[in-house]
């Protein structure tokens, strides 16, 4: 179990911007009037590991005044979406969780999943720009010599929306790897492809 306090000063971006930011795309406006974030936090973690299974799971809080963020206004400027800063007060609350298991040797699967809850308190609606809940699911065969790799990752849809969001829908991705090792001169050799 952790409790933290933490303090952030804005940036000169969040303060100053009035431009095109090619990063988001956006046309960004700071806000000079910012002041300092500060918060207070508390997480756990518990952990475990058997003969063939590991589990970690790690829930959190985090409650931070004047919290800084952008969101889109709606409007544009020179054709591009306008982000402007400014600050609230938020609860970010969420978790990790992971467990793997080893059904036999040379051979591992994976699943994990992470989720934040981000609400403007001050206003009582969802902060923007925030996460859905994902998710991975990964088999793994690795041997003194070969190695396999097959991989999901996936995203729920979002529709908890915060100022200037747009629903997005869940999605997955397929990744596959292969892969061979071997010594050759003293020197060991990694040829992969993923």
Request: proline residues 6%; charged residues 15%; without cysteine.
């Given at each position: 179990?952790?409790?933290?306090?933490?303090?952030?000063?804005?940036?000169?971006?969040?303060?100053?911007?009035?431009?095109?930011?090619?990063?988001?795309?956006?046309?960004?406006?700071?806000?000079?009037?910012?002041?300092?974030?500060?918060?207070?936090?508390?997480?756990?973690?518990?952990?475990?590991?058997?003969?063939?299974?590991?589990?970690?799971?790690?829930?959190?809080?985090?409650y931070?005044?004047s919290?800084?963020?952008?969101?889109?206004?709606?409007?544009?400027?020179?054709?591009?979406?306008?982000?402007?800063?400014?600050?609230?007060?938020?609860?970010?609350?969420?978790?990790?969780?992971?467990?793997?298991?080893?059904?036999?040797?040379?051979?591992?699967?994976?699943?994990?999943s992470?989720?934040?809850?981000?609400?403007?308190?001050?206003?009582?609606?969802?902060?923007?720009?925030?996460?859905?809940?994902?998710?991975?699911?990964?088999?793994?065969?690795?041997?003194?010599?070969?190695?396999?790799?097959v991989?999901?990752?996936?995203?729920?849809?979002?529709?908890?929306?915060?100022?200037g969001?747009?629903?997005?829908?869940?999605?997955?991705?397929?990744?596959?790897?292969?892969?061979?090792?071997?010594?050759?001169?003293?020197?060991?050799?990694n040829?992969?492809?993923?």
């Open positions: 179990l952790n409790f933290a306090r933490s303090f952030r000063a804005p940036t000169v971006q969040e303060l100053f911007a009035n431009g095109l930011d090619a990063a988001s795309g956006t046309y960004s406006i700071g806000t000079a009037s910012l002041g300092p974030e500060t918060g207070f936090g508390v997480d756990a973690s518990l952990k475990g590991e058997f003969s063939n299974v590991a589990f970690e799971v790690s829930p959190y809080v985090n931070i005044n919290f800084i963020y952008g969101f889109l206004r709606g409007d544009t400027i020179q054709g591009f979406p306008v982000r402007q800063f400014t600050a609230t007060n938020a609860r970010l609350m969420g978790f990790e969780a992971a467990v793997t298991v080893q059904p036999w040797e040379y051979v591992a699967i994976r699943a994990s992470d989720y934040v809850n981000a609400q403007d308190t001050q206003n009582n609606q969802p902060l923007p720009f925030t996460p859905p809940l994902r998710g991975l699911l990964r088999g793994t065969y690795q041997d003194p010599t070969w190695m396999g790799m991989e999901m990752r996936m995203a729920a849809s979002q529709t908890r929306l915060g100022v969001d747009t629903p997005t829908s869940g999605y997955t991705v397929m990744n596959l790897g292969i892969g061979w090792r071997f010594t050759q001169a003293g020197s060991v050799h040829i992969s492809l993923h």
